[in-house]
């Protein structure tokens, strides 16, 4: 019989310096048995052991490629369910801290969701007939599963118009969830009227909205945000200009429409990034998004004379997933290593295949 897992408790108390060694170890007795997916988010101590960076997707789809039979992802629970879903069958997707999830997608839960669509039933008789509800990737895989059976689908902030218009080209309305922003965003670029994306707050009968608003709408946007973007305001982005004039502004689309509005570029995580690196020297910038992202970034272009900064005054990270640490990480390996497989993210089959129908919709779309 194998033995039971290394308590975490024996590595919590583990200086940096020691966890950074077992780390290094147990990867190398690992070897090609495990790939490390690490998020743009991720803070440097760990992010600096990462075999493959990116987005959430993206790094779910270049770990399915690869033979490696762990997946460990760094990253918040959302996305190693994404991982899960989308890997070979021999594959493995573990999450270093069961802890680090997504207080996003945790504002969407499926029996929340479940019940507005019971109540758009009692308003529109024919929801699968008038509604395509959307997920934000940053979605819990029973949502995902939901769009999935109801002939929904998924988005990604770089592919998010793309898909609603998919979306408008099924039905006349749209339900977007988790997140308000990107909804808003990508809808008011479509030229859609405010006063038809409204609100729906599902702690209220019927979202809070009447009858007329709910008919007149063309896309309900979930009452949701992003607990790092909400931070940012547009009287950050007057200061700056007023400071720098020549600067430049750029902003992630789980910001709030002004911010969007008076940002001088909108776009996911790997748009900021590119456009900054390939950004004429000496050039400015204002970033609205996570402060690691942030402060890695202007590490990695400083030599060119750029200047990148945060856009809030406030420290601002991912703190969920910042609860990856160096002993987390160190406890997971050498466990992985020693053939003892801890926290692994495994999707029930019947939910992770519509899920994947809803994933699948995207990736052909887009």
Not at 163 to 183: M, Y
Request: aromatic share 8%; charged share 20%.
């Amino acid at each position: 019989m194998q033995a039971a897992p290394i308590s975490f408790d024996r590595f919590n108390a583990l200086t940096d310096g020691d966890a950074h060694e077992r780390i290094r170890a147990a990867r190398a007795r690992l070897g090609d048995k495990a790939v490390l997916l690490c998020h743009h988010y991720q803070r440097a101590d760990v992010y600096q052991y990462a075999d493959l960076t990116g987005d959430s997707l993206k790094l779910s789809r270049l770990a399915a490629e690869t033979d490696a039979e762990y997946i460990v992802f760094c990253g918040v629970h959302f996305m190693a369910e994404v991982a899960d879903i989308m890997s070979k069958p021999h594959q493995m997707a573990i999450l270093p801290d069961l802890a680090a999830g997504c207080s996003m997608a945790d504002m969407a839960n499926l029996a929340k969701v479940e019940r507005c669509w019971r109540e758009l039933t009692e308003v529109l008789e024919t929801p699968d007939a008038l509604i395509t509800p959307v997920t934000y990737i940053n979605s819990a895989a029973d949502l995902k599963a939901f769009c999935g059976e109801h002939g929904g689908i998924v988005c990604t902030s770089t592919n998010a118009p793309t898909i609603l218009d998919w979306a408008f080209a099924q039905r006349e309305k749209v339900l977007f969830f988790p997140d308000q922003h990107l909804g808003r965003w990508t809808g008011f670029n479509k030229g859609i009227p405010l006063d038809e994306m409204v609100v729906w707050d599902p702690d209220l009968e019927y979202g809070g909205l009447s009858f007329d608003q709910i008919k007149k709408a063309k896309i309900l946007l979930w009452k949701g945000h992003c607990s790092v973007h909400q931070m940012f305001q547009p009287a950050h982005i007057i200061k700056f200009r007023n400071q720098y004039p020549d600067g430049f502004v750029i902003s992630h689309p789980e910001s709030a429409l002004e911010v969007c509005r008076q940002s001088d570029y909108v776009g996911s995580t790997e748009y900021i990034i590119n456009l900054i690196k390939n950004a004429a020297p000496n050039t400015r910038w204002l970033v609205g998004t996570e402060l690691n992202l942030v402060n890695r970034l202007a590490e990695e272009v400083k030599h060119e004379g750029k200047i990148v900064q945060f856009m809030a005054p406030t420290v601002c990270m991912c703190s969920t997933m910042q609860r990856i640490d160096p002993q987390h990480l160190a406890w997971t390996l050498e466990n992985l290593a020693d053939g003892k497989v801890v926290n692994r993210i495994s999707v029930p089959e019947h939910e992770a295949a519509l899920a994947k129908v809803a994933l699948e919709r995207m990736l052909a779309v887009s």
